[in-house]
């Protein structure tokens, strides 16, 4: 198929540049209370959505298909079919200025009618995406840019995959054809390969695609993708996958817990318990409070995990509620002693009727792993007393006794004292052993046997204890116990461990009992329980973290590869003079219409006017040495003005380029970023003074491989005109030629755009009722560009300033003549004695004097959120446009000179005055600080507190 050729020359640069100027910060903030990461949470999900496929995991009929899409993703095989499903979400990113569509809508080349292709010239971003091939995508970003008599349609290229811009051939001609049947008047379309993605960026180019578009409809700064964000971004879109696999190994969720609603949970784990092989193994490690019910707590939790709420306390409003501790939570503590007392009586109703003490026998290994040898370890009874040579034997309590004890008030379970009454602390070897009868089910301890208090060796051993026949017998059980000990390392415990689906077939509870010296007396031992709850599926084991490495990084180090390349080229004869362009070396501007007199698309002012290809300052070896007076380039010899190494077929001679006709003494070092922005604004500001010596807006480049300069003018359009080789600099401003030769390769000169204004719009309408307060706004704009001041001294008339409202009012027709920042700066140097109680201001979205220079930032949220009484003045700026409007905010009011009364301060109020526009906070100053002029102290203080109006 032949190449259409409509698209531009590939540029390398381009692809580390978004094409849209205000690029957000939409990665997705990753969070987990389990503590898992993200990549082992989705290596478990998609373990998880196996099972699920094999059968093995069991789920309702409705969700499989979704499961099995999402499993896809999690493993990196998502298809164009699953693509297509998920595709639907894309209806609910759609706003009234950008839209997403399937380019399989778009109509056929020979179609004179739309079809079922929507309008979409109301839109000022359209998104078109679709596959070629499976593993081959593309994304055109569409952006039209309208006037009365021409549109201007920017079409930007994304490339996923091995592939070429010959393949989408079939889509540019039916794109061509839609713009044709659409009413965009005199429609000029730029086609620009904007990326290629490199084809090992990732294993899986659907998943790319689908993120992809949603960065580019957001405006998203998709050059920070890295392995690490796209997990985070694949976790996001599989919220349902998440859920499922989280509940189906266990129904206790971890966001829903809190001190108010478990009052005896304790999320900090103690980070010296040595619990890392339980953690690697996927359990999530719950601890609880150690007042001596931690074993209770413990199965309680377990309970819940399973769906079992009989023993524990629901509230609704949990979140909101007054957190209570245990010894003052008596819907708790009468849950805890009504689980004990159930205990107690189910102990006692196997020891009677199971377990008969006629029956009993001890050499049962139920028996044995209990550490329990005959009646007196079951029973309770006094003790003995007994003289010097017989001391007898001390009270003991029995084993059903030891659940609870009779007519003791509720509180003394939960007194501080309590933790010394070990004689009713939870049995790990019988209460397990009862619950699992009480409930038929399995109860299993993990016991940590810690040996000296520094916690430097410990062995681990699980116990069992799993329900089986409702009769008993030494070969048929009623409760098997099993026990394994002497584990020592995670994979002996991995061994031992049951497996989810073993897990899931029978209700199963775990939990962690820690055995260790006790620290008063280090011959004496004490335990503690904690809840095991399983959050990443068994046999999965932790990977590798993903890379960190940028697609800005990855594609710069391809930029680099391919500078090492072009150093290997042999350099261009120039015995000649320059080489004249080809129509294949120039950016091809494909119109719809075939009058070849239409109107150029505007060019943008960063890129370099179209007769030679654009010349990236990255993409071009560095000159070595400068040059100078006595260093002149290679090929040219001062004062002769022609090229040494063959006769020139060029008319024009080359002047000399060294001497102080030139005002060039040496070439300073390479500008920084820094230096490059200062230079403008100076050519800017000597232009508009009239202080250049050319006294034009001429741009000059150094071009360091011809060792020749170059000039261009801005044409009136926008754009600028075809650049010209520049042999007499002394026509030129000495200041603009050293800063083009300070930074070869670039284009410098002024910017003609009209300098930046101070806020000034006027005129929405009138405001929703819903948002607006009976507070009234003094000062009204009306059709003057006011607003800064004005909504601003309104604020003041507020806050009791009433003369220096006045006054600040009668500043505003002077401000609106100035720039911003010198408005800006104005103002907060008026305000030092207008106001001096808190004249000084505190500005937000302005990086801080400290070492750290971090930028002081302030969101919507922020603001709506933290009310204070000082006036403060907010100017917004919605993505792509300039900051033209400001309000002042205090208390939980908007001072707006637009209306007659201020808003409510929420973000429709917001969204209503930026226009129905997603915006930001351009910069706020809060007024707060006091400020006290040399020599005199303000003695005055500020006092006004946060007033409520909604």
């Known amino acids: 198929m032949s190449n259409l050729h409509v698209w531009n020359d590939r540029r390398l640069q381009d692809e580390i540049e978004y094409p849209y100027t205000h690029p957000i910060n939409t990665h997705p903030k990753y969070e ?145 054809r839609a713009f044709s049947l659409l009413s965009f008047p005199q429609p000029v379309i730029t086609w620009t390969r904007r990326l290629h993605f490199p084809t090992d960026f990732h294993p899986n180019n659907t998943i790319v695609a689908f993120i992809l578009i949603e960065y580019l409809h957001r405006h998203g700064k998709y050059l920070e993708l890295s392995m690490d964000i796209l997990m985070k971004c694949k976790i996001q879109s599989l919220k349902f996958l998440r859920n499922e696999h989280d509940t189906w190994l266990g129904k206790l969720h971890l966001h829903d817990v809190s001190k108010a609603s478990h009052p005896f949970v304790d999320l900090l784990t103690n980070q010296n318990d040595k619990l890392e092989d339980l953690q690697e193994l996927g359990f999530m490690v719950i601890d609880v409070k150690g007042d001596g019910n931690c074993g209770y707590y413990s199965l309680i939790l377990g309970l819940e995990n399973l769906g079992i709420y009989t023993y524990s306390v629901y509230n609704n409003n949990a979140s909101s509620a007054r957190v209570k501790s245990m010894l003052k939570n008596r819907p708790w503590q009468a849950k805890v002693i009504a689980f004990r007392k159930k205990m107690q009586e189910h102990s006692r109703w196997l020891l009677s009727v199971m377990y008969p003490k006629s029956e009993r026998d001890y050499e049962d290994l139920m028996w044995f792993y209990a550490g329990i040898w005959d009646e007196r370890e079951i029973e309770t009874f006094e003790g003995v007393e007994g003289d010097e040579d017989n001391p007898g034997l001390p009270p003991h309590i029995g084993l059903s006794d030891a659940f609870a004890y009779e007519e003791a008030p509720a509180k003394n379970y939960f007194v501080s004292t309590f933790i010394n009454e070990t004689d009713y602390h939870m049995n790990p070897f019988w209460a397990p052993h009862v619950l699992a009868s009480l409930l038929k089910m399995r109860v299993i301890v993990y016991t940590q046997k810690i040996a000296d208090l520094k916690h430097s060796s410990h062995l681990w051993s699980i116990m069992s204890f799993d329900y089986r026949n409702e009769t008993h017998t030494r070969t048929n059980p009623h409760i098997h116990v099993d026990w394994n000990t002497d584990l020592e390392t995670k994979i002996d415990l991995e061994r031992v461990r049951i ?22 007396d280090e011959k ?51 015995a000649n003079g320059p080489r004249q362009n080809s129509a294949a070396d120039r950016p091809v501007l494909a119109a719809l219409t075939v009058d070849s007199t239409a109107e150029s698309p505007a060019i943008d002012a960063t890129n370099v006017p179209p007769v030679d290809p654009p010349i990236d300052a990255t993409n071009v070896p560095a000159v070595d040495p400068p040059i100078d007076a006595t260093n002149v380039p290679i090929g040219i ?70 060792q020749r300069y170059y000039t261009c003018e801005h044409d009136g359009k926008g754009g600028f005109t075809p650049r010209r080789r520049e042999d007499n600099l002394e026509l030129y401003d000495p200041f603009l030629v ?42 009204q704009q009306h059709n003057k560009p006011y607003c800064l001041l004005y909504s601003f001294a309104s604020a003041l008339f507020y806050c009791g300033f009433r003369e220096e409202a006045e006054m600040m009012k009668q500043k505003a027709e002077y401000i609106p003549q100035m720039e911003f920042f010198e408005a800006i700066d104005e103002v907060k140097s008026f305000m030092k004695n207008l106001v001096p109680v808190i004249g000084l201001a505190t500005q937000y979205a302005k990086r801080t004097n400290g070492h750290s220079r971090k930028k002081r930032d302030l ?92």
Request: hydrophobic content about 30%; overall charge positive; charged content about 25%.
């Open 637 to 706: 010899r001062e004062g002769t003005g022609v090229t040494t190494g063959g006769p020139s077929n060029d008319a024009t001679t080359i002047a000399p380029l060294s001497g102080k006709k030139h005002g060039i003494k040496k070439i300073p070092n390479r500008s920084t970023k820094k230096q490059k922005i200062e230079d403008k604004k100076k050519l800017t500001k000597m232009y508009r003074k009239g202080q250049l010596k050319h006294n034009t807006s001429t741009r000059m480049l150094f071009d360091s491989k011809e």
């Open 499 to 520: 497996s989810d689906i073993e897990f899931k077939q029978k209700p199963t509870i775990e939990i962690l009992y820690q055995n260790r010296p006790d620290p008063a």
């Open 859 to 950: 969101t919507w949220d922020e603001l709506f959120t933290n009310l204070t009484p000082y006036p403060t003045i907010v100017i917004p700026v919605v993505p792509g446009q300039k900051p033209n409007h400001a309000f002042c905010v205090v208390d939980d009011l908007i001072f707006d000179s637009t209306t007659q009364f201020s808003l409510k301060l929420q973000y429709d109020s917001v969204l209503w005055l930026c226009n129905e526009s997603d915006s930001s906070i351009f910069l706020a100053l809060r007024f707060k600080t006091k400020f006290s002029p040399p020599g005199k102290r303000i003695t005055q203080k500020y006092t006004r507190q946060v007033v409520h109006h909604w």
């Open 524 to 574: 004496e031992t004490i335990g503690h329980f904690q809840f095991l709850r399983r959050v990443i599926c068994s046999g999965v084991s932790m990977p590798p973290q993903p890379s960190k490495t940028t697609l800005k990084e990855q594609l710069s180090v391809r930029m680099s590869a391919d500078d090492a390349n072009v150093e290997n080229i042999p350099k261009r004869n120039t």
């Open 32 to 176: 987990d209370c389990y503590n898992r990461t993200a990549e082992w949470l989705v290596k478990s999900m998609g373990h998880f959505g196996n099972l699920v496929s094999a059968g093995d995991a069991v789920t309702a009929d409705d969700i499989a298909s979704r499961i099995t899409i999402s499993t896809r993703i999690c493993n990196d095989s998502m298809t164009p079919k699953d693509f297509k499903i998920l595709a639907r979400q894309f209806e609910n990113l759609g706003t009234k200025t950008r839209c997403i569509i399937d380019a399989k809508l778009l109509p056929a080349t020979n179609a004179n009618e739309l079809g079922s292709f929507p309008d979409i010239t109301p839109y000022q971003q359209i998104l078109f995406y679709r596959h070629i091939r499976p593993d081959k995508w593309f994304i055109f970003l569409v952006i039209p840019s309208r006037t009365k008599r021409t549109t201007n349609i920017t079409i930007e290229g994304y490339f996923i995959g091995d592939m070429d811009v010959s393949e989408v051939n079939p889509v540019v001609r039916k794109l061509q």
């Open 738 to 779: 050293e800063v083009a030769t300070r930074s070869p390769n670039e284009w410098f000169g002024p910017s003609v755009a009209p300098p930046p204004t101070p806020p000034g719009d006027s005129g929405f309408g009138d405001a929703p009722s819903y948002l607006i307060t009976r507070v009234p706004t003094l000062y």
